[in-house]
């Protein structure tokens, strides 16, 4: 069949060419996006008079028709129709014949495009933003139940102070803070319509490109159309926020999987979010967090890719911007299935308390808080207060036990200056209660942070 495009041409297309030059076989998930698209444009084409009342009518009922057969799983998809605005458009002229035939009027396929992408994208952000308040009610919940479980905090992943675990959850709560925020302010940046732009200068047609932006729910139409065609900063948006959610994603894998490991023990996945193995009988894998972990490949990648695709490209639109939906696709796709099992996975997490707790017991984690004692109560400058910390810590090491256990008799052989008082300070629980400074570990500050991130989700405190 011939092209729409086709005038110019005198030999029909090769089937390789179809296949090589073709974006149907990804870009029909914009169907809805491209519909809504050419109904707010065929509306105002209506109201600026370019196009009478009868010719859009029937115009919006063909799109809907449309929308319904690829709903359905009925409309026939042909390559040789190259792309979802082109697959659309000759469908609707199929139905309704001559009048399908002006739908195109005062636009090009570059600003129908970078419409319909511009849509998905902004709807995704606000998808990927619901489940990340999910994920955040989830994580407050646990913190919420464990804002007493004592845990070993860790730096260089070797034990450092004692913290508790609702704190340790915290730390996440405020990372996914921090995506939520970077999805909401990209939905604000790039709110804009790009509909109207044509290839790349405007066009000469009378008409109104408000009246599209406001149909669609645009905050304004683009202010340059040469910059819209060419922009994709949108998706760049899109997969830098979902890779660097990722980022945290893969850490808090990371840790659920040691802390699942037998060494640790400090949780339990629940068998539904569990796998097995196929030799190994006895064994119960985190495969869930492993996968999450592993997805944070593709998702930098499709990041890389996309920039690359971007960089040195001349304005306006080039046949190189097509390559822009795939990997958005995919990360958008791996976010949401990720966010939801996620969730599900943490929300399961059995809390092994009791292993925390023995945790903490070895490694020293309260010396800091010795040599603060030495400080605070027996006026010792600190490097020398460091010091005999040091070697409280070798001389618990000879006796083997935990300097939280030591007990005052033995400090005071180390300095004749270290009191009874020092076993107070030394115990793991009263050391991780002490660092009661704005935005630390006590329980005190944690369930301020605590209620500071609940008013947050519940948009009280913007
Ligand atoms: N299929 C194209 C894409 O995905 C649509 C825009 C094509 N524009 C053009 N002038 N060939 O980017």
Known sequence: MAKMWSGRFGEESSSLLEEFNGSLPFDKKLYREDIAGSIAHATMLREVGILSADEVEK???????????????????????????????????????????????????????????????????????????????????????????????????????????????????????????????????????????????????QINRHITSSLLDFKEPTINCLDTVSDRDFALEILFNISTMFVHISRFAEELIIWSSYE??????????????????????????????????????????????????????????????EGVFDSVETAIISLKIFDKAVATLKINSENMAKACKIGHLTATDLADYLVKVCNVPFREAHHITGRAVAEADRLNIDLSEMGYINLQKIDSRINSDVDEILSLRNS???????????????????AFFENWLAGLNK
Do not use: W
């Open 432 to 450: 991780m209660n002490s660092r009661k400074s704005y935005g630390g570990t006590s329980q005190e500050q944690t369930l301020k942070q605590i």
């Open 59 to 205: 115009i919006i009922f063909a799109l809907k028709q449309v929308e319904s057969e690829i709903d359905s799983g009925k409309f026939e998809f042909k390559i040789s129709d190259e792309d979802i605005h082109m697959a659309i458009e000759s469908r609707i002229t199929e139905i309704i014949g001559e009048a399908g035939k002006k739908l195109h009027t005062a636009r090009s396929r570059n600003d129908q495009v970078a419409l319909d992408f511009r849509l998905y994208v902004l709807r995704k952000n606000s998808e990927i933003i619901k489940l990340l308040k999910n994920l955040q009610a989830t994580l407050i919940n646990l913190a919420k139940n464990s804002s007493d479980i004592l845990m070993p905090g860790m730096t260089h992943l070797q034990h450092a102070q004692p913290i508790n675990f609702a704190y340790h959850i915290l730390a996440y709560v405020s990372m996914f803070k921090r995506d939520i925020e970077r999805f909401e302010s990209s939905i604000e940046r790039n709110n804009f319509s790009p509909i109207g732009c044509a290839a790349l200068a405007g066009t000469p047609h």
């Open 264 to 325: 640790f023990k400090f949780v339990t996945f629940s068998d539904a979010y569990s796998t097995g193995s196929s030799i190994m009988p006895q064994k119960k894998n985190p495969d869930v967090a492993e996968l999450l972990r592993g997805k944070t490949g593709r998702v930098f990648g499709n990041l890389i890719s996309l920039l690359t695709v971007m960089k040195g490209l001349p304005l306006a639109y080039n046949k190189d911007m097509q390559e822009d939906k």
